[in-house]
């Protein structure tokens, strides 16, 4: 709270320079918190660069609620952050209650594109769209619309175990988007090679790992040791 109060102190002692350009303004879209410690590198990441000014859309990640207080992150689902919290609930009882979160969320996401409208939507994840319906492409469709620039991290082309059904969906999804995320090349041939994505349109950004923090006090070696490994094999 103080770093806070400080912050916001320097804020007014020391103002934007005249000329000087605003941050940025991006939303970070995973609204139902898919894939949420990717999500929470990238925007306490993006959060310490000062042309930058980043929102998280994202209900709290069921099995470890506190994860984004701990990166200093404020996510903000919309209206409910409910069914996250109800970890003693049965299992069916609880997604058809993330559902109705995500359908609530996302009007309220589209109701504040009147008033505020961000730079940028960065896109984590569809969950809808893995389903085959239309609704998160409709929104999209409506920010481009209104002249907000689309981010997609692609982090599976296709959703796992689907086969070929959703490819036309995904294809108009990844028309809409000016900036196109992947992990490796083979995913950025196949945007390329079969949903005619332009390889300009397309950044190849290794994943990287997301627990490092608890392992930069131990070295390579001291952590083989430990383990019982050979200091030259190789590991997997």
Same mark, same amino acid.
């Given at each position: 709270?103080?770093?806070?109060?400080?912050?916001?102190?320097?804020?007014?002692?020391?103002?934007?320079?005249?000329?000087?350009?605003?941050?940025? !303004?991006?939303?970070?879209?995973?609204? @139902?918190?898919? =894939?949420?410690?990717?999500? +929470?590198?990238?925007? #306490?990441?993006?959060? %310490?660069?000062?042309?930058?000014?980043?929102?998280?859309?994202?209900?709290?990640?069921?099995?470890?609620?506190?994860?984004?207080?701990?990166? !200093?992150?404020?996510?903000?689902?919309? @209206?409910?952050? =409910?069914?996250?919290?109800? +970890?003693?609930?049965? #299992?069916?009882?609880? %997604?058809?209650?993330?559902?109705?979160?995500y359908f609530v969320n996302l009007t309220a996401l589209l109701i504040r594109f009147t008033f505020s409208r961000p730079d940028v939507i960065h896109v984590q994840f569809l969950p809808l769209a893995?389903?085959?319906?239309?609704?998160?492409?409709?929104?999209?469709?409506?920010?481009?619309?209104?002249?907000?620039?689309?981010?997609?991290?692609?982090?599976?082309?296709?959703?796992?175990?689907?086969?070929?059904?959703?490819?036309?969906?995904?294809?108009?999804?990844?028309?809409?988007?000016?900036?196109?995320?992947?992990?490796?090349?083979?995913?950025?041939?196949?945007?390329?090679?079969?949903?005619?994505?332009?390889?300009?349109?397309?950044?190849?950004?290794?994943?990287?790992?997301?627990?490092?923090?608890?392992?930069?006090?131990?070295?390579?070696?001291?952590?083989?040791?430990?383990?019982?490994?050979?200091?030259?094999?190789?590991?997997?």
């Open positions: 709270m103080m770093v806070c109060r400080l912050g916001k102190l320097s804020l007014l002692m020391n103002p934007r320079p005249l000329g000087m350009p605003e941050p940025i !303004r991006v939303w970070m879209l995973d609204l @139902l918190s898919i =894939v949420p410690y990717y999500t +929470g590198h990238l925007c #306490a990441s993006l959060s %310490r660069k000062t042309e930058v000014r980043v929102a998280l859309a994202s209900i709290n990640y069921q099995y470890d609620l506190d994860y984004f207080r701990r990166q !200093r992150i404020r996510n903000d689902p919309g @209206l409910l952050n =409910v069914a996250c919290r109800l +970890g003693r609930a049965p #299992a069916t009882a609880r %997604r058809v209650l993330k559902l109705i979160e893995s389903y085959g319906l239309p609704v998160e492409r409709w929104l999209l469709q409506l920010a481009r619309a209104f002249g907000i620039k689309l981010v997609h991290t692609v982090h599976n082309v296709l959703p796992q175990d689907s086969g070929d059904r959703h490819k036309s969906g995904y294809k108009s999804i990844y028309q809409l988007a000016d900036r196109l995320v992947c992990h490796d090349i083979h995913a950025a041939s196949r945007l390329t090679i079969e949903f005619g994505v332009q390889p300009e349109r397309i950044s190849i950004i290794p994943h990287g790992p997301l627990f490092v923090e608890g392992s930069r006090s131990r070295s390579s070696s001291r952590s083989r040791e430990r383990l019982g490994l050979a200091g030259d094999g190789c590991l997997v």
